[in-house]
C-alpha cells in the first residue's frame, strides 16, 4: 500500500478509459420449440452484475440448444458481462458479437477482434467476455451440453474515454444534425488505447484513416492526449527512410494531420519535438517528385480501397495529395523558422502543379487535385465531382469530395451529398458509419437491426470489396466521419487562420439551410456561433468567442 492507501502497481500504466454496464433493450430474436428459452423478457432493461443464491426464478433458462438474441440499441466497444445463477456446473455458451443482426445471426469473421467463440461459463459467476465493437449479442448453448444456463443477466460493458462533447451542430435540418452526431459517435468509439481505424477490424493505428479522425477530434473535443499519442505511434515505428503503415502516401497523411492538429490546438513545443523527423521525412516526400514534375512515390500506393486497381486515377490523385502534402508541409517549415525546408517544398508543390495527369473521372483523384492545386479546380468540380454525385464515393476519401466541393463554393451540392450518402446509411439502421458504403448495396436489402426477410439482400453479409468483404465489414469506421468536420468548418463555417484559433474565421454558408448554429473547441475555451437566413436573403449571424480569440467574419 503507498501512504494514500491506494495500491502500488510498479510499471504499470493507467487505463483511463471509462466502464458502463449497459442493457439488451429488446430481444430480437430466441430459438422456438423445445429449445425455447425460459423468461428471456428477464433479460431486457438487466443491468444485474452480481450473481446470488438461489437465482432460478428470477433467472433465464438456456437448455441445450437454446439460443437469443439481444440488442444494445446502438453501436458499442468493449464486451458482454454473463451473469450466471447456480447451474449446478461449469456450462458453455457460445457467444456471437454483430455489428448487424446478420452477423450476430451469421457466422462472425475473427480477425482482429473474437466475433465467435464458444467459452465456459461457472456457475455463480460474472464473466466478462469481448473486446470488440457490436450492438447485437447472439448466445447459444451447445446441443451437446449437459446443463441448464440460469443467466440471470447479459449486460454489455462499454470501455471508453468519458469525454465532453464541447463542439455542437445544429441546424433547420435535423437529418444534417443527426449525421453531425453520428460522426462524432462514430469517431469517439475508436478513441481506445490509441486512436483505432474500425474498433473492430483492423483495431490498429492506420496513419491515413487518422486524418478524418483527428479533424473530427478537433471539431468536437477538447482532448489532444490521444491524437498525438497516436501520431507518435506511428512515428516511432517507422525508422526514417521507411513508408508509415507499409504505404508510401501514408507518409503525407502524418505531414497533413500535424499541420491540421497544430493549426487546431497550437501546441508549439509538440511540434518542435516533431522537427527531427519531420524536416528529413519533408525532404524525402520533395525527392519524389521527378524533372518534368511527375509523382513517383514508391512501394505500396494507395488513395482508397475504390481506386486501388486504376493505376491511373492512382497517379493522378496522388500528384494532388503530394502537392497538399508539400504545401502543409512548407507552413510547417515556416512555422518552425526552417526556411531552406520550406523553400525545398515549395519548389516540389510547384513542380507537381505544373503537370495534371488525367483523373480519368475519379472523385477521389479528381477532390486531391483540387485539393493540392493541381489542374482546373472548377473543370474537376463540372466534370468530376458534381457529374453523377452519388456515384463512385467512399466514406473514406468522401470526406476529402466534401472538402474540394466546398472550396468550389458548391455547398449545397456537397450537403445533398451528405444527406443522401451518409445519410442511407441511417435509414438502414446505422448507429455509427461504415468502413465503405454503396447506395446501390441498398436496392434490395434490409435493415442491418431486422432479421432478413425472404427474398432481401443482408446488406452486411452480401457485399463489399477488398479487405472488407461481406461480414469482415466494419460498421464503425473512423474514416468515414467526415462530415461532422465537414458541416462544423464548411457549413457552420469555422476555421482556424492561425496557430491554435487565435485568429477564427467564421464564415457561415447556409447553402439551402435557413439556419444554423453550433460551437468548435479552441484552446481558450469553445467559440459559439450562429447564422440565419433573413426574408431579404441575406444571412444575419454573430459570434462569442472566448478571450484572446479574435473572430474574422465574412460573408456566405
Not at 528529413?280 to 513517383?296: C, H, I, K, N
Amino acid at each position: 500500500m503507498t501512504e494514500n492507501g491506494f495500491l502500488n502497481y510498479p510499471g504499470s500504466v493507467e487505463d483511463k478509459r471509462k466502464r458502463a454496464y449497459v442493457p439488451p433493450c429488446r430481444i430480437v430474436w430466441a430459438s422456438e420449440g423445445e429449445n425455447k428459452p425460459v423468461r428471456q423478457e428477464l433479460l431486457v432493461g438487466n443491468t444485474e452484475i452480481q450473481p446470488y443464491f438461489p437465482s432460478e426464478p428470477r433467472a433465464c433458462l438456456l437448455k441445450p440448444g437454446a439460443g437469443v438474441l439481444l440488442d444494445y440499441g446502438r453501436e458499442l466497444h468493449g464486451g458482454v458481462r454473463l451473469v450466471v445463477g447456480a447451474s449446478g456446473g461449469r456450462g458453455r455458451v457460445r457467444v456471437r458479437f454483430g455489428e448487424s443482426v446478420g452477423e450476430a445471426m451469421g457466422t462472425p469473421n475473427n480477425d482482429h477482434a473474437n466475433h465467435d467463440s464458444v467459452i465456459d461459463l461457472p456457475m455463480l459467476a460474472a464473466t466478462e467476455f469481448g473486446a470488440t465493437a457490436f450492438r447485437f449479442v447472439r448466445l447459444d448453448v451447445p446441443e451437446d451440453s449437459q446443463l441448464v444456463i440460469q443467466l440471470l443477466a447479459a449486460p454489455a460493458v462499454a470501455l471508453y474515454h468519458d469525454l465532453e462533447y464541447v463542439g455542437a451542430f445544429k441546424s433547420s435540418d435535423a437529418r444534417l444534425d443527426e449525421i453531425w452526431k453520428t460522426g462524432a459517435y462514430t469517431v469517439h468509439l475508436n478513441m481506445q488505447d490509441y486512436v483505432y481505424d474500425g474498433v473492430k477490424r483492423d483495431r490498429l493505428v492506420w496513419m491515413g484513416d487518422l486524418h478524418p479522425e483527428v479533424s473530427v477530434i478537433a471539431a468536437v473535443f477538447d482532448d489532444s492526449a490521444l491524437v498525438e499519442r497516436s501520431m507518435d505511434f506511428v512515428r516511432d515505428r517507422t525508422p526514417s527512410g521507411e513508408h508509415m503503415n507499409g504505404i508510401s502516401s501514408y507518409c503525407c497523411w502524418w505531414v497533413v494531420c500535424q499541420h491540421d492538429w497544430f493549426m487546431a490546438k497550437g501546441n508549439r513545443d509538440y511540434l518542435r519535438s516533431q522537427r527531427d523527423y519531420l524536416l528529413p521525412l519533408l525532404r524525402q516526400l520533395a525527392s519524389w517528385v521527378d524533372a518534368s514534375g511527375r509523382e513517383t512515390l514508391p512501394g505500396r500506393r494507395f488513395l482508397d480501397w475504390p481506386s486501388n486497381d486504376d493505376k491511373a486515377a492512382l497517379h493522378a490523385g496522388l500528384q494532388g495529395l503530394l502537392a497538399w502534402t508539400l504545401d502543409r508541409g512548407e507552413r510547417l517549415c515556416r512555422f518552425l523558422s526552417e526556411p531552406e525546408t520550406a523553400a525545398v517544398c515549395a519548389s516540389a508543390r510547384d513542380s507537381l502543379r505544373s503537370h495534371i495527369p488525367d483523373h480519368v473521372a475519379n472523385k477521389a483523384a479528381a477532390a486531391m487535385q483540387v485539393l493540392g492545386g493541381v489542374g482546373d479546380a472548377a473543370a474537376l468540380n463540372r466534370e468530376v465531382l458534381a457529374a453523377n454525385p452519388l456515384s463512385g464515393v467512399s466514406t473514406f476519401y468522401g470526406y476529402y469530395v466534401l472538402q474540394a466541393r466546398a472550396a468550389l463554393g458548391d455547398i449545397t451540392g456537397a450537403m445533398e451529398l451528405v444527406r443522401r450518402y451518409w445519410g442511407a446509411m441511417l435509414d438502414f439502421g446505422a448507429t455509427t458509419f461504415w468502413e465503405d458504403f454503396n447506395l446501390d448495396w441498398t436496392k434490395n436489402a434490409g435493415r442491418i437491426d431486422e432479421l432478413a426477410a425472404p427474398g432481401k439482400d443482408d446488406l452486411h453479409a452480401d457485399f463489399g470489396a477488398y479487405c472488407y468483404k461481406g461480414l469482415r465489414h466494419s460498421l464503425c469506421h473512423g474514416w468515414a466521419g467526415g462530415p461532422t468536420a465537414w458541416l462544423s468548418e464548411q457549413v457552420l463555417g469555422i476555421r482556424a487562420l492561425t496557430p491554435g484559433m487565435g485568429e477564427v474565421e467564421f464564415r457561415p454558408r447556409l447553402g439551402d439551410l435557413e439556419w444554423v448554429e453550433g460551437a468548435v473547441p479552441t484552446p481558450r475555451g469553445p467559440i459559439h456561433c450562429r447564422a440565419r437566413r433573413k426574408a431579404d436573403g441575406s444571412v444575419e449571424s454573430e459570434c462569442e468567442a472566448p478571450a484572446g480569440t479574435k473572430v474574422v467574419t465574412r460573408g456566405e
